[in-house]
């Protein structure tokens, strides 16, 4: 079966960064970012607003190239150029904004742009496909043939990942996949990348929600101000992991905690 | 949980297996489905239907004559020019964009004809041809407007409407008229040719049977592949509804002269761009730039490409209409394409349910928005009002059709439907 491109023994090295960096005109938005990801891992990229998780989401996507380093998939260096070639190597991202469309319905947006027969599409084929793909990652889809409008926030989500799973993509990379969902909808969707690893795919995860980063991440990689700022994993304390983001043990997290903490000892 | 809710699916129907949705089945679930849909404000072509025979009473009030066969046969004539242009219409408005230049493309379109075949004396198809292909050319310069220079299209078609018609004045030279001889085919095609009435009873009864032989076979793939299926017994009452209407329809018809060749070969073409919008990668394209681009171009969707390819469509559509047009009054005129061609188009889309704001409507409103709008002109016109009348209620025709739209999509958005 088609499954077959995508599933790796678990394990292998199937995303390499070397040594990437970006620059916008004067400003270094990365610089010398290391970065590796294995076949069924979720490796949760962390790091507090303008630390260049964005910047490096978009080289990865195809969206920005990069300055300097070398991208590797599956030993081979590639250039990522476009949007297309990138999904092309494997490379699949759902973005914050879902980039669904809201008149079509469930089937029609996960098979947008690679409908099978474009001359006569078949309608019965594509849909049992879409719920073969749902069933597997157990998702909860009332209808495949409701217009995504009708859809609530977590399933929509479900969606726009099952969608960027329908090319059995090796990476798949979700920005923010959390931040706009209630307790129960992020859940589901940290359910879901779990299903999603289970399957052999590499994940990488990009939240500002600790967490539920440490509730999936098998390594969290931390970036602060374009660099590096170590890899750390699910059971590393809290306090150390702000502290990695911010730069510092003493920051406006750890202040207002022992803040908070006076304020009770003297109530 | 998930236990549970996976032997139910293991049990029923690969699309069934969530007991939260109600499956309607049968006759009454295809109803109490519709009953939902239309409370919703996904109204569909109801209001197109409702608005037919509203009219048709009202006039056959006023005046007898409005029902009679030979009045109707007349409308279709009417109804096949501007028909065309409204099927282009239907394709810019489901992009959220808008062509205001129809009519004056239809006009050029008809100037065209006279001058070639007429005045240069080339052969009827290379003037039909020339016309087409100067319909397919506006469209791209719109296409490349709005694609390199982002130029929104109701800017970009304003000023196409002035352009055209400047065009059309000066090809057509100072004497403005020229009249296209009677016996010639393309008159007799727009003011006399009648479809055969075996022709007409074969075709009348042929949706009813492709209806039931595609669920048929509809039915049978979805059993093969474990989805639930409609059952029958939707389909053959929709099919016998429909061939008897139509097939009263063109045995009505036949009283007086029957159905025109115009109207066939419009009707032809509706069928053909429903295939394409509903069944074709090209028509799904459509329907997700016009629902979101962004999301369309990043589903690999080459944006500016279907861009093009709508303006193109719509411009060579209003051409064709023009061609109609120019046969079905034997003349090429400065007033051709001219007047409310331009608003009898759009209006048509938007009435038979296309809306304005892109990525909902079909190439059916085309046909039941045009048979509206036709019968609306025709009805007025059999009760001698002025065409300043004529003007003005066309015009709120429009702007009820429009409200409808806005009504319908906001309680579809607080349905959460699309």
Redesign the interface.
């Known amino acids: 079966m088609e499954h077959a491109t995508a599933t790796h023994a678990p394990g292998e090295l199937i995303l390499r960064l070397r040594g990437v960096g970006k620059n916008f005109g004067a400003v270094t938005a990365l610089k010398d970012i290391d970065l590796d990801v294995h076949a069924g891992e979720v490796v949760a990229l962390v790091g507090d607003n303008g630390a260049g998780k964005s910047t490096l989401v978009k080289v990865l996507a195809g969206v920005h190239q990069p300055t300097t380093g070398t991208i590797e998939v599956q030993g081979k260096p590639v250039t990522l150029d476009t949007?297309?070639k990138a999904?092309e190597l494997g490379i699949a991202t759902v973005?914050q904004d879902?980039?669904?469309?809201?008149?079509?319905d469930v089937v029609?947006n996960l098979f947008?742009?690679?409908?099978i027969c474009?001359?006569?599409?078949d309608e019965?084929?594509m849909?049992?496909r879409a719920?073969?793909l749902l069933?597997e990652l157990?998702a909860?889809?009332?209808?495949?043939?409701e217009?995504?409008?009708?859809?609530s926030g977590g399933q929509r989500q479900t969606v726009a990942i099952a969608r960027s799973l329908l090319l059995e993509p090796q990476i798949i990379m979700l920005d923010e996949p959390t931040a706009a969902l209630g307790v129960a909808q992020t859940a589901e969707v940290l359910n879901l990348i779990e299903r999603v690893r289970a399957r052999g795919h590499g994940v990488i995860l990009i939240s500002h929600n600790m967490e539920d980063v440490r509730a999936v991440a098998d390594r969290i990689v931390v970036l602060r101000l374009g660099r590096n700022n170590g890899v750390y994993t699910a059971e590393t304390s809290h306090q150390e992991l702000v502290a990695a983001i911010t730069g510092a043990s003493e920051n406006s997290v750890s202040r207002r905690a022992a803040r908070k903490l006076e304020e009770v000892d003297q109530g | 949980m998930a236990q549970i809710s996976q032997k139910n699916a293991a049990t029923a129907h690969l699309d069934q297996g969530d007991s939260r949705v109600r499956h309607d089945t049968g006759l009454s679930g295809a109803l109490r489905g519709f009953i939902d849909r239309v409370s919703s404000g996904d109204l569909g072509m109801l209001p197109v239907v409702i608005g037919l025979v509203l009219i048709s009473i009202a006039f056959s009030l006023l005046n007898p004559v409005f029902l009679a066969p030979a009045n109707l046969v007349n409308v279709l004539f009417d109804a096949a020019a501007v028909g065309f242009i409204a099927l282009g219409v239907v394709c810019v408005l489901l992009l959220g964009e808008i062509d205001l230049s129809i009519g004056s493309m239809s006009g050029l379109s008809s100037a065209i004809i006279g001058v070639l075949w007429i005045n240069t004396g080339l052969p009827l198809a290379v003037a039909i041809a020339g016309s087409l292909a100067m319909g397919a050319l506006v469209g791209v310069v719109y296409g490349i407007l709005r694609n390199r220079f982002e130029m929104p299209s109701f800017v970009a078609t304003l000023s196409g409407l002035l352009a055209l018609l400047g065009l059309q004045l000066y090809i057509l030279g100072p004497t403005g008229s020229i009249n296209l001889p009677f016996t010639s085919p393309l008159v007799r095609f727009g003011q006399i040719l009648i479809m055969p009435e075996w022709l007409s009873y074969l075709v009348a009864m042929l949706p009813g049977v492709l209806i039931v032989v595609g669920a048929v076979r509809t039915n049978a793939q979805r059993t093969a592949a474990n989805l639930s299926s409609a059952g029958m017994s939707v389909a053959i009452a929709k099919a016998v509804v429909l061939t008897l209407g139509l097939v009263f329809a063109v045995y009505y018809l036949e009283l007086s002269r029957g159905v025109p060749w115009m109207f066939g070969v419009f009707v032809l073409f509706v069928v053909l761009l429903d295939y394409a919008l509903v069944r074709t990668q090209w028509g799904r394209s459509m329907f997700a730039v016009g629902g979101n681009a962004e999301a369309a171009r990043r589903s690999g969707i080459n944006v500016r490409r279907i861009r093009m390819s709508a303006f193109v469509v719509c411009s060579t559509f209003a051409a064709l209409g023009g061609v109609f047009a120019a046969a079905r009054l034997a003349s090429a005129s400065q007033q051709a394409g001219s007047g409310d061609v331009n608003l009898n188009a759009i209006a048509a889309a938007v009435i038979g349910g296309t809306s304005l704001f892109g990525g909902r409507g079909s190439a059916w409103s085309a046909l039941l928005g045009v048979l509206v709008i036709m019968a609306i002109s025709n009805g007025l016109t059999l009760l001698n009002l002025s065409s300043s009348l004529r003007y003005m209620i066309t015009g709120a025709v429009l702007a009820i059709a429009v409200i409808v739209d806005s009504l319908a999509r906001r309680s579809r958005a607080s349905h959460g439907r699309a």
Request: proline letters at 10%; glycine letters at 6%.
């Open positions: 949007p297309g999904l973005f879902l980039a669904l469309c809201e008149n079509l029609a947008l742009g690679h409908e474009p001359w006569r599409m019965v084929q849909e049992v719920w073969t069933q157990a909860r889809i009332p209808s495949v043939r217009p995504i409008a009708s859809l």
